[in-house]
């Protein structure tokens, strides 16, 4: 008799591909989001929106669909495998993105932005599975570092993108693009084997998931990060949504947008990578809770600034990143300490709790955006606004003791 024959091994990218191609299939939703800013006044103009502010909801509606979508594809990759599902939601990207290139109309485009967004929710989401199948540890960290320093870049250049695609060829020509980055990104992930092992399949059990969710909502400490991290995130997408109205109307430097944008990413990539430097010397907690009062004190200095008149581009744009820079201390810190408690849950709970910030997090945007009335007042007020509100929560969930550093939770493999 002969043996069975060993499975066949997984032969995998090298390192450095790997990095860069995880970080492009998570770039292609920061694409999709940023290229669009600079070609809104097109996009009104060429569908017949009368109204300046209706234009944020090609930015609002792609946001609310990555939020329900955070919810179903973290339990759909452990069931279905990461390529099991990935692949078929970059053929639905591309087709959405094809879709909005022939919009013929802005509510059509709108619903087509939404689908656009739900089955966008699928890249982070598997990227993270992805790595976190492959590796474990300082290893696991190591690799997610890299591939959000590649990310990062996306972000600062898309204005660019969008502002020269649309110059030459017109707006439609983005998604175009869009779809053909995600073709590209389809045959690339041909050198990607499974990496889901089969023994690791979960079946889909929505009973179970139901409990975890309701677990998630009741628990005081998660819950009150959850929602005050949504706030601050929201804050941010206020920030997306009306940005280029602000550029353009208040400071009347529509050239300068892709510059001004890159800017700001900047803060907030320095901020990121500042916090991973110095979050295990003082704490998840002190960090994010001096982020929020430093939030809230530039936050009233841009509201000084905007009632001044005296307010200049690149005082708004320095403000702005030390602003945006903040948010990036608070969302991965808040992030953090809402799933310190759900080790034996964590793929539920950190599916749900992506859900409900991500779905937050676009409503208040949406409602932040609209508020624009050609000054950045509005925009300043609802910083501030999100912070008291965030900071409250905090002040709730922590009962009242601020600056703490509970003792640190047992280390796991992941």
Same mark, same amino acid.
């Given at each position: 008799?002969?043996?069975?024959?060993?499975?066949?091994?997984?032969?995998?990218?090298?390192?450095?591909? #790997?990095?860069? #191609?995880?970080?492009?299939?998570?770039?292609?939703?920061?694409?999709?989001?940023?290229?669009?800013?600079?070609?809104?006044?097109?996009?009104?103009?060429?569908?017949?929106?009368?109204?300046?502010?209706?234009?944020?909801?090609?930015?609002?509606?792609?946001?609310?669909?990555?939020?329900?979508?955070?919810?179903?594809?973290?339990?759909?990759?452990?069931?279905?495998?990461?390529?099991?599902?990935?692949?078929?939601?970059?053929?639905?990207?591309?087709?959405?993105?094809?879709?909005?290139?022939?919009?013929?109309?802005?509510? #059509?485009?709108?619903?087509?932005?939404?689908?656009?967004?739900?089955?966008?929710?699928?890249?982070?989401?598997?990227?993270?599975?992805?790595?976190?199948?492959?590796?474990?540890?300082?290893?696991?960290?190591?690799?997610?570092?890299?591939?959000?320093?590649?990310?990062?870049? $996306?972000?600062?250049?898309?204005?660019?993108?969008?502002?020269?695609?649309?110059?030459?060829?017109?707006?439609?020509?983005?998604?175009? $693009?869009?779809?053909?980055?995600?073709?590209?990104?389809?045959?690339?992930?041909?050198?990607?084997?499974? +990496?889901?092992?089969?023994?690791?399949?979960?079946?889909?059990?929505?009973?179970?998931?139901?409990?975890?969710?309701?677990?998630? +909502?009741?628990?005081?400490?998660?819950?009150?990060?959850?929602?005050?991290?949504?706030?601050?995130?929201?804050?941010?997408?206020?920030?997306?949504?009306?940005?280029?109205?602000?550029?353009?109307?208040?400071?009347?430097?529509?050239?300068?947008?892709?510059?001004?944008?890159?800017?700001?990413? $900047?803060?907030?990539?320095?901020?990121?990578?500042?916090?991973?430097?110095?979050?295990?010397?003082?704490?998840?907690?002190?960090?994010?809770?001096?982020?929020?009062?430093?939030?809230?004190?530039?936050?009233?200095?841009?509201?000084?600034?905007?009632?001044?008149?005296?307010?200049?581009?690149?005082?708004?744009?320095?403000?702005?990143?030390?602003?945006?820079?903040?948010?990036?201390?608070?969302?991965?810190?808040?992030?953090?300490?809402?799933?310190?408690?759900?080790?034996?849950?964590?793929?539920?709970?950190?599916?749900?709790?992506?859900?409900? =910030?991500?779905?937050?997090?676009?409503?208040?945007?949406?409602?932040?955006?609209?508020?624009?009335?050609?000054? +950045?007042?509005?925009?300043?007020?609802?910083?501030?606004?999100?912070?008291?509100?965030?900071?409250?929560?905090?002040?709730?969930?922590?009962?009242? =003791?601020?600056?703490?550093?509970?003792?640190?939770?047992?280390?796991?493999?992941?």
């Amino acid at each position: 008799m002969h043996n069975p024959a060993p499975p066949p091994k997984r032969t995998l990218p090298g390192e450095r591909e #790997m990095v860069v #191609m995880m970080a492009m299939v998570m770039a292609l939703n920061a694409l999709a989001i940023d290229a669009m800013l600079p070609a809104l006044p097109a996009i009104g103009k060429g569908l017949g929106v009368l109204v300046a502010n209706d234009r944020q909801y090609v930015i609002s509606l792609y946001l609310l669909g990555i939020g329900f979508g955070s919810l179903i594809y973290g339990p759909l990759a452990d069931r279905f495998g990461r390529k099991g599902v990935l692949v078929p939601a970059l053929f639905a990207y591309v087709a959405f993105s094809i879709g909005c290139g022939l919009a013929t109309s802005f509510s #059509m485009l709108l619903a087509l932005r939404f689908g656009h967004g739900l089955v966008s929710a699928a890249l982070g989401v598997i990227v993270v599975a992805v790595i976190r199948d492959l590796f474990a540890g300082d290893a696991m960290a190591k690799r997610l570092s890299l591939i959000f320093l590649v990310f990062m870049i $996306v972000p600062i250049i898309a204005p660019t993108i969008g502002a020269g695609v649309a110059a030459v060829a017109g707006w439609r020509s983005i998604f175009i $693009v869009l779809a053909v980055m995600g073709l590209v990104m389809i045959g690339w992930l041909r050198r990607l084997p499974e +990496t889901l092992v089969p023994g690791d399949v979960r079946p889909l059990d929505w009973r179970t998931m139901v409990s975890g969710w309701a677990t998630v +909502t009741r628990h005081r400490r998660a819950a009150g990060y959850m929602i005050a991290s949504g706030m601050m995130q929201g804050a941010l997408y206020g920030y997306l949504n009306s940005s280029e109205q602000i550029i353009d109307e208040v400071f009347g430097a529509q050239s300068w947008f892709p510059l001004i944008f890159a800017c700001v990413a $900047v803060g907030i990539a320095i901020a990121n990578f500042s916090n991973a430097a110095i979050v295990e010397r003082f704490g998840a907690r002190r960090v994010s809770q001096t982020a929020v009062f430093a939030f809230m004190a530039s936050s009233i200095a841009q509201i000084v600034a905007a009632l001044s008149g005296a307010e200049t581009l690149w005082m708004f744009t320095a403000l702005m990143m030390v602003n945006v820079g903040l948010i990036g201390f608070i969302g991965s810190n808040f992030g953090s300490i809402a799933m310190e408690d759900f080790g034996h849950m964590a793929g539920v709970a950190s599916s749900y709790q992506s859900f409900a =910030k991500t779905l937050l997090a676009a409503v208040v945007g949406a409602l932040i955006g609209q508020q624009y009335d050609g000054s +950045t007042l509005p925009l300043a007020c609802a910083f501030l606004i999100s912070a008291v509100v965030g900071l409250a929560l905090v002040f709730w969930a922590e009962r009242g =003791k601020l600056f703490t550093r509970p003792g640190t939770a047992p280390k796991t493999p992941f």
